[in-house]
T-cell receptor
Framework: DAKTTQPPSMDCAEGRAANLPCNHSTISGNEYVYWYRQIHSQGPQYIIHGLKNNETNEMASLIITEDRKSSTLILPHATLRDTAVYYCIVRVAFPGGGADGLTFGKGTHLIIQP | DADVTQTPRNRITKTGKRIMLECSQTKGHDRMYWYRQDPGLGLRLIYYSFDVKDINKGEISDGYSVSRQAQAKFSLSLESAIPNQTALYFC???????????FGQGTRLTVV
């Protein structure tokens, strides 16, 4: 799986949009971009994923650049409960088998300030 | 009730002891995983299983073994625990490699 690069930490004011960047310059055509977050030492929580089109769900939006070498996770109205470590993960999809699992980096520690 | 349940949630054990961490899921997923997390780092894959007859090593399988007793149960064993296996352990499930992965709440293991 391709490697990702994220800033180690970011601050955002409560109520504002939090924009978390991720570089994945070696991504290949069959690799998806996934975002998970981990609050304190709880189990990671899935947020969103995409292949090449922008995606939106009830939690966040995912913007993937046209060349797919980077992406941005957007939390539109950050709350204090969004303080967490956010992981950007690039993963090859093998629907019928093959290597599996998620490769986690160190992620971005997002701190929402009151 | 949680979809992915890990037991115990916390455990302290002595060096050289055998210990088993258990995981059960109610999601009906075929794929199950064990990860470990060390302080300040992301999760690393220990083992994964596509079904009860398919077990695969992950990135850091040395010193660990697993058993898939049923579709819903996946156990991780440390045959002879050592202090550097002190970590937070997570079990996870997924219906496929493209879908989201669901994690348990973790087991904090301390080997003294």
């Amino acid at each position: 799986d391709a490697k990702t690069t994220q800033p180690p930490s970011m601050d955002c004011a409560e109520g504002r949009a939090a924009n978390l960047p991720c570089n994945h310059s070696t991504i290949s055509g069959n690799e998806y971009v996934y975002w998970y977050r981990q609050i304190h030492s709880q189990g990671p929580q899935y947020i969103i994923h995409g292949l090449k089109n922008n995606e939106t769900n009830e939690m966040a939006s995912l913007i993937i650049t046209e060349d797919r070498k980077s992406s941005t996770l957007i939390l539109p109205h950050a709350t204090l409960r969004d303080t967490a470590v956010y992981y950007c993960i690039v993963r090859v999809a093998f629907p019928g088998g093959g290597a599996d699992g998620l490769t986690f980096g160190k992620g971005t520690h997002l701190i929402i300030q009151p | 009730d949680a979809d992915v349940t890990q037991t115990p949630r916390n455990r302290i054990t002595k060096t050289g002891k055998r210990i088993m961490l258990e995981c059960s899921q109610t999601k009906g997923h075929d794929r199950m995983y064990w990860y470990r997390q060390d302080p300040g780092l992301g999760l690393r894959l220990i083992y994964y299983s596509f079904d009860v007859k398919d077990i695969n090593k992950g990135e850091i399988s040395d010193g660990y073994s697993v058993s898939r007793q049923a579709q819903a149960k996946f156990s991780l064993s440390l045959e002879s625990a050592i202090p550097n296996q002190t970590a937070l352990y997570f079990c996870a499930t997924s219906p496929s490699s493209t879908a989201e992965t669901f994690f348990g709440q973790g087991t904090r293991l301390t080997v003294v």
